[in-house]
């Protein structure tokens, strides 16, 4: 419910006497198998008192190693070889190991992205906070107490039960919260957080970084944030570090760096973000080229020059230092003055996806679909009475909160779950059978699938070659030297190269592992796709990479997708229609326009308000309160309304609402009226949008 | 150079090959001294088992009736035994009988439990349930006393004792794989090959498989101690090979009498020797467990 607060001022003049954290030209190198690797290279930054900083950067860039090594947690084989780090002025290089014991208890505190793993699981969580307050010498009866105090501070609702329990018992982000309290339990000058909120949903996210934003104040700690989420980041910080390959390429204010971004690396990162104006008709996501270099490799120039469409003779010769690009703005670019000019690495046009030809028909329509899983028996409601339907050659976004059941409707499509009985799914007209095992070949090649972990799905044992000949030979039919054709033609499809048909799994990237699988799904020529969260492993620039491989697969083979995601600004680019899920039950179906501009349903305002992103002007944020309910008692009436901001009154607890059309082509689950819900969503907000409709 | 030569993801993420990683997996095992001590003791008896003349010293059925019963000394490393036969040459020529069954009786059993594994893992269901009390059953047979009967009602040779040892291991070999097998199984590799319609035979063996091998292998060391340790208990107990062929189990018994007498050598390092060869495939499985499923 609290709004969120402005960001303090920017913090004084690096170099200012008192920082919480000063980093100055720390190398960091990690010693594997006799030789050494340089992670970090020549970082320095300062966190003023109060202040919070983040450190932005895709993976492997080392930001979590800059974490651990300001509290000398770096692995037994890391080791900080050059530079120096104080905390609260105090040298944490030169710190005795009881010293360094002191400094963890009292001055710093970190909290990771997996709260499961933070704490022990056969310890009730009383105990464990309780505990943090003995180690600074507290009696137990008066650390139970202060525990109490703390735990509502991070806005538990009941915290003489939560103590009682064992984590397990906890969900994530009240897990989350757990982990705040004891990290912040000895007031630390500096709250170290590393990507805590990744493994949450976007609702349960906002409300820990309302958490967060709002202890900050009270509480006067300096932070320093990691993430990967450039919308985070610019919501929760004052100065922001862009950290590539172990170099910070450019910092500055918060709002500098992602308004007018000085790094060709940081304007790069910015264009692979779909945002609010990029849809896939109009413009291809850009990418960033290339790869991050190998750990300790040291060209002579600049290190992202390899990458960098601007990089001229000079940037591979000579290594630039920070130029100062604006009041407190620097940038590790010769170029800084024209980052923003960089080219683009793929090409906008992308206009014509938007044409599609053939028929609207609809290829795909679901009628009444629900699951029930039994455990312990115990009826879970996975799916209730899901009707939807897929026309020939759109994309179709499944958005929903972990649990609401959009990978099992996707399980269900593919033949992998049976539904209950009474739920009939026909595709172009036929019914398809329950299970994949009774459909035809040509059903079962019609409906394939890419999966969100490709760990997971591709056999880590077998050779690229061999995992898509045998979806060519078994999908397509293909043989012979027909197949070997067809192979070489669908790798390429996926923009992948010869050389990487003899390699496994393995010994891939994230990104290649997925253009495996998407090559895959396409082995048989398929009419219906569902990617389930393909890109929620990937770093932003690979994301983007393949998002425009799909956009461009769709638009030559005339596939439709079933496009699952939490990310709904993922969905909002690629998808055409849009459907959302909450505890098995479709809330609101239509067209990706009319559910992202509204009037929508009070969830779809929830979840949209959740999502920190770049562009966000500032706007009365809704939250939602409380725990997703249990699939195995869902409430009575709307599902909905034990969270509803919206809530009318006993008619949500008593009647479900139908899901009723309220706009041609846009049905919405909700009591009420759609005029009123119309004027309730554009009224505060978007004040300067002009109402979509009337 | 233009941004278009650029590969959309270069070599730059790869990381070692598949034979690089199989490297790293013997250099990860070479550098654990018990690894080495227990290859060391193993590779000693298997050269004894393959080429026994090469270390033993004289014939090992040679009889001196003049000689028996001699403590150890230059000319009998290990004494002689009753017949005078040399102690010595008889533990080396007697490693044959139990590196030839028991390795084999391990591999039948691997084999046939992988199998099975495979099956109640992979189809689970009514299949499993009905297959998972068999293997219940069967683990509740001690395996000497159960290949006792067997044995007395077929009469002893090595090819009785590799198949009841490798019959009675498989159902503990299939548990574990069945275990290996339930994780692997929920992998969307799994569900994958449903997609293109594989039939279950290929799921399991060509999929599944090579993905559980690691367990296999280490169920296989594992077995292997404790067959030796059958197969050298069976022999002490009669009903192995039966005499005058060297063999440790059977020395033992026959010569443990002697003891009584004073003539410790003549049980003592038959006895080491069963030992030894134990003690050695642990410490080889051991290191192998640990490498292969850190």
Redesign the interface.
């Known amino acids: 419910m609290s709004t969120a607060a402005a960001p303090a001022p920017p913090a004084g003049e690096p170099g200012a006497p008192g920082d919480a954290l000063s980093v100055q030209n720390v190398d960091v190198a990690y010693t594997v198998r006799g030789k050494r690797r340089g992670v970090l290279h020549d970082v320095s930054f300062r966190v003023a008192r109060g202040e919070s900083y983040g450190l932005v950067g895709e993976s492997g860039c080392g930001k979590s190693t800059m974490a651990l090594a300001v509290v000398r947690y770096l692995a037994r084989n890391g080791s900080v070889t050059k530079g120096g780090i104080t905390v609260d002025g105090r040298d944490v290089l030169a710190m005795s190991g009881a010293e360094l014991r002191k400094l963890r208890a009292n001055t710093v505190a970190m909290v990771y992205q997996e709260p499961g793993r933070a704490l022990n699981p056969s310890i009730r969580v009383g105990r464990q906070v309780a505990e943090r307050f003995e180690v600074s010498g507290m009696a137990r009866a008066q650390a139970v107490d202060r525990s109490l105090e703390m735990l509502q501070k991070v806005r538990i609702a009941d915290p003489a039960s939560v103590m009682n329990r064992y984590p397990h018992q906890l969900s994530g982000g009240m897990l989350q919260r757990v982990v705040i309290a004891i990290a912040l339990a000895a007031q630390p000058s500096l709250l170290i957080l590393d990507e805590p909120t990744t493994a949450l949903d976007a609702t349960v996210e906002a409300e820990v970084l309302d958490l967060i934003v709002a202890l900050r104040e009270e509480l006067s700690t300096s932070l320093l944030f990691i993430s990967h989420n450039l919308g985070v980041v610019s919501r929760m910080c004052d100065r922001v570090g862009v950290l590539y390959a172990g170099e910070l390429v450019e910092e500055g204010p918060a709002q500098a760096v992602f308004h007018d971004p000085r790094h060709p690396y940081t304007v790069g990162l910015l264009r692979c973000i779909p945002r609010r104006d990029t849809l896939k008709a109009r413009r291809a996501l850009d990418?960033i080229?290339?790869?991050?270099?190998?750990p300790g490799a040291s060209p002579a120039g600049c290190i992202f020059a390899?990458?960098c469409?601007l990089a001229e003779h000079r940037c591979r010769v000579e290594a630039p230092p920070l130029y100062t690009a604006g009041s407190h703005h620097r940038s590790r670019c010769h170029l800084h003055e024209r980052a923003q000019l960089l080219?683009r690495?793929t090409p906008a046009e992308a206009a014509s996806t938007a044409e599609r030809t053939g028929s609207d028909g609809t290829l795909i329509r679901a009628t009444s679909v629900s699951k029930t899983f039994r455990v312990a028996g115990q009826a879970i409601h996975g799916l209730t009475d899901v009707s939807f339907e897929l026309r020939s050659g759109e994309t179709l976004g499944l958005v929903g909160e972990s649990g609401s059941g959009k990978t099992t409707l996707a399980r269900v499509l593919?033949?992998?779950t049976a539904p209950d009985p009474g739920a009939q799914i026909t595709l172009a007209g036929a019914a398809l059978p329950e299970s994949?095992?009774k459909r035809t070949?040509d059903q079962?090649?019609a409906v394939?699938?890419v999966?969100q972990?490709p760990d997971?799905?591709?056999?880590?044992?077998?050779s690229v070659r061999r995992l898509i000949s045998?979806?060519l030979s078994?999908?397509g039919g293909y043989r012979g030297q027909a197949l070997l054709e067809r192979l070489s033609t669908l790798i390429k499809e996926v923009?992948l190269?010869d050389?990487h048909l003899d390699?496994?799994p393995?010994?891939?990237?994230g990104?290649?592992k997925q253009r495996v699988a998407i090559a895959?799904a396409f082995?048989?020529d398929p009419q219906v796709v569902v990617c389930d969260e393909p890109t929620s492993a990937l770093d932003v620039s690979?994301q983007a990479?393949i998002l425009n491989l799909l956009t461009d697969l769709q638009r030559r083979e005339q596939v439709s997708y079933v496009f699952i995601s939490h990310d709904l600004g993922v969905v909002r680019y690629l998808a055409d229609r849009i459907a959302v899920l909450y505890l098995g039950r479709l809330m609101e179906v239509g067209s990706a326009e009319r559910v992202f501009s509204g009037p929508h349903h009070p969830y779809t305002e929830a979840l949209l308000s959740a999502v920190p992103t770049l562009d966000q002007a500032d706007r009365e944020r809704i939250r939602l309160e409380g725990e997703i309910p249990s699939a195995a008692h869902p409430p009575s009436g709307c599902v909905f309304h034990t969270r509803c901001p919206r809530r009318l009154g006993p008619i949500c607890d008593e009647i479900e609402p139908p899901l009723a059309e309220r706009e041609p082509g846009h049905t919405i689950r909700c009591h009420i009226p759609i005029e009123e819900l119309s004027s309730l969503q554009l009224g505060p907000q978007d004040a300067g949008v002009a109402p979509a409709r009337g | 150079m233009s941004?278009a030569d650029?590969?959309?993801?270069?070599?730059?993420?790869?990381?070692?090959?598949?034979r690089e990683?199989r490297r790293e997996v013997l250099r990860e095992l070479v550098r654990r001294p018990l690894f080495i001590v227990g290859s060391l003791i193993i590779v000693f008896w298997i050269i004894c088992a393959l080429f026994p003349s090469l270390i033993a010293t004289q014939d090992p059925y040679a009889q001196n009736l003049l000689n028996i019963n001699q403590p150890p000394s230059s000319a009998h490393r290990f004494g002689t035994d009753s017949l005078g036969r040399d102690m010595f040459s008889r533990v080396i020529y007697g490693a044959r009988d139990i590196l030839v069954i028991a390795p084999l009786a391990t591999l039948l059993g691997t084999v046939l439990g992988t199998a099975l594994g495979l099956v109640m893992g992979y189809l689970r269901g009514i299949t499993d349930d009905v297959t998972s009390r068999f293997v219940e059953a069967f683990l509740a047979l001690p395996v000497v006393v159960t290949s006792l009967i067997v044995i007395t009602a077929l009469g002893p040779s090595s090819l009785t004792l590799i198949v009841v040892i490798g019959v009675l291991f498989a159902p503990l070999i299939a548990r574990t794989v069945r275990a290996a097998v339930l994780q692997e199984r929920s992998?969307?590799?799994v569900?994958?090959a449903?997609?293109?319609?594989?039939r279950a035979p290929y799921i399991m063996f060509v999929?599944i498989l090579?993905?559980v091998m690691a367990p296999v292998m280490v169920e296989f060391t594992v077995r292997l101690g404790y067959a030796i340790f059958a197969v050298a208990t069976l022999s002490y107990l009669g009903f192995g090979l039966q005499p005058p062929s060297p063999n440790w189990g059977l020395e033992v018994s026959q010569n443990f009498v002697q003891v009584t007498a004073g003539f410790w050598w003549e049980v003592l390092f038959d006895a080491l020797a069963i030992a030894s060869v134990v003690i050695a495939v642990n410490l080889v499985s051991d290191s192998v467990e640990r490498v292969l499923e850190q």
């Not at chain 1, 080229?289 to 190998?294: I, N, R, V």
């Not at chain 1, 997971?456 to 077998?462: D, E, F, G, P, Y």
């Open positions: 990418t080229p290339g790869s991050l270099p190998e390899d990458r469409g080219p690495a593919l033949g992998l994949a095992d070949r079962r090649k394939q699938i999966f972990n997971s799905a591709l056999n880590r044992r077998h045998r979806s078994r999908l923009r190269s050389r390699m496994r393995v010994q891939l990237s990104g290649l895959r082995a048989g690979v990479a | 941004i650029i590969p959309v993801e270069s070599a730059g993420a790869l990381r070692a090959d598949r990683a992998l969307e590799y569900a994958a449903r997609l293109r319609d594989e999929e090579p993905n």
